[in-house]
């Protein structure tokens, strides 16, 4: 069921993100010590991108082509041997790779992803799925393109570790792609699955800049969409699910038993196993309906509610009770979901009080029947807003690489004195925290859970 997945991908985008070899001076630290050498923007300054370009396109359809890296290559994928192996080369120092091994690494499917990543039309075709099934649909093949993710990542490191850095910003740009291609899906959970994927790329680029030769990647970095992947589609998604789960439900006309008994067998069947997971595991939807349908209190305070949206006194009278109830949860829970919902497409500085506030507030639901099936919504911020600080921390290190290169291999005293349009901290909206240290830059963001800090040193 996959109203339970957003749990697991959040558990995977914690813990996968691309940090390097360094540990974390405290369990909410993460301190990136990177040596690199100044270098200049290339010429023409966009000659290399972190995203496939029109003129890499093809017409069709992505998501097919994902699927069919898998076909045939069970012993690639899946066994025991491989999978361990693929996890060590993802976490491995870059010189303690085995080259010789990883060289013919995944060739078949990993090639068909770059391929599939240049397709101009991706298509989930989950719409009808979604109408159809509600809280029930079935996502089996999102944890195999995490998968896939991680393979790239390994062929990347590798490409890395060649020195070969026109081969590896291909398998960037197919990374990239491929989490961007995840967000075009209509759930959030796939929104937290491309942004994972995206966060597993990180890392390499860390390692690439330090490798002698490497382009400097500042403006390639600046050409990258803000934030990097748009939550929308999974956004709608959740209206779509809560539409279906409510399907026949009408506040036009009373309704008759049977077509409300109709209506009611579903959110029971859907919505009980999520009460498992709540502190009440107890609870039964069946129970509470009946308790509700016999309490006057309760049913004149839910005609009174239903006035708010819209349904006055006068009109829901003739309603019989079981569809006041339904009709005062549906509206409560798309109440809900809106206090939230219309926070995320807000900067994190000015959806963050707002989601706080939402999550904190006993309104706009009153004893709810269901549960909070909404609450992530904050957590997709917070994952949507560390990738976007990620990126444009790794902007500024390449912005003081460009400085550096124009002033004899010196860092700048400040940020300011970079002539370049900096990227603010997408947490705050401010400047980036700055300062030097004999040869060191310190650079840092604003803690979201975990603090990133990048210890920028040159050499020569």
Not at 268 to 283: E, G, M, S
Request: net charge neutral; proline share 8%.
């Amino acid at each position: 069921m996959w109203r339970t997945l957003p749990v697991c991908a959040l558990m995977l985008f914690f813990t996968s993100f691309g940090w390097g070899d360094d540990k974390p001076v405290d369990p909410n630290t993460i301190v990136i010590r990177l040596k690199v050498k100044p270098m200049a923007a290339p010429k023409p300054a966009l000659k290399y991108q972190l995203l496939p370009e029109l003129r890499e396109m093809n017409p069709g359809n992505p998501i097919h082509e994902y699927t069919r890296c898998f076909a045939e290559q069970t012993n690639f994928w899946n066994t025991k041997q491989q999978l361990e192996k693929r996890e060590q080369w993802q976490s491995m120092p870059l010189k303690d790779l085995p080259l010789k091994e990883i060289r013919d690494f995944g060739r078949g499917p990993l090639d068909r992803a770059d391929y599939a990543a240049r397709m101009d039309a991706p298509n989930w075709q989950m719409l009808l799925k979604l109408k159809s099934d509600g809280i029930r649909t079935q996502l089996p093949d999102i944890q195999q393109l995490r998968n896939l993710g991680g393979a790239l990542k390994v062929r990347f490191r590798f490409e890395v570790a060649e020195g070969r850095f026109e081969d590896a910003l291909v398998t960037a740009k197919t990374m990239f792609a491929l989490s961007r291609h995840l967000g075009e899906h209509p759930t959030m959970i796939c929104d937290l699955v491309g942004i994972a994927i995206a966060s597993l790329a990180i890392g390499p680029i860390d390692e690439m800049i330090q490798q002698p030769g490497c382009p400097n990647l500042f403006w390639a970095l600046t050409d990258l969409p803000h934030p990097f992947i748009d939550i929308r589609k999974g956004l709608q998604g959740e209206r779509v699910w809560t539409e279906t789960e409510f399907a026949g439900l009408t506040d036009r006309e009373p309704m008759s038993d049977r077509e409300l008994q109709r209506i009611v067998q579903r959110p029971v069947k859907d919505f009980q196993p999520q009460l498992k997971l709540t502190k009440d595991p107890q609870r039964d939807l069946n129970d509470e309906l009946k308790k509700r349908l016999a309490n006057d209190d309760y049913l004149h305070a839910a005609r009174k509610r239903l006035a708010v949206y819209g349904l006055t006194e006068e009109k829901t009278k003739e309603f019989p009770p079981l569809q006041i109830i339904l009709l005062d949860e549906k509206m409560q829970l798309e109440a809900q979901r809106d206090e939230r919902a219309k926070a995320m497409a807000l900067p994190y500085w000015q959806a963050e009080p707002m989601l706080r506030a939402a999550h904190q507030s006993k309104k706009p639901r009153p004893d709810p029947l269901l549960p909070d099936l909404f609450a992530s919504y904050d957590k997709v911020k917070l994952a949507q807003t560390r990738l976007d600080q990620r990126l444009a921390l790794l902007r500024c290190v390449e912005a003081l690489r460009l400085y550096a290169a124009g002033h004899d291999g010196k860092l700048p005293a400040k940020l300011e004195d970079i002539d370049l349009p900096l990227p603010v901290d997408p947490a705050t909206g401010k400047p980036f925290f700055y300062k030097v240290e004999g040869e060191t830059a310190h650079l840092e963001c604003a803690r979201l859970i975990i603090q990133v800090r990048y210890e920028v040193t040159f050499i020569k």
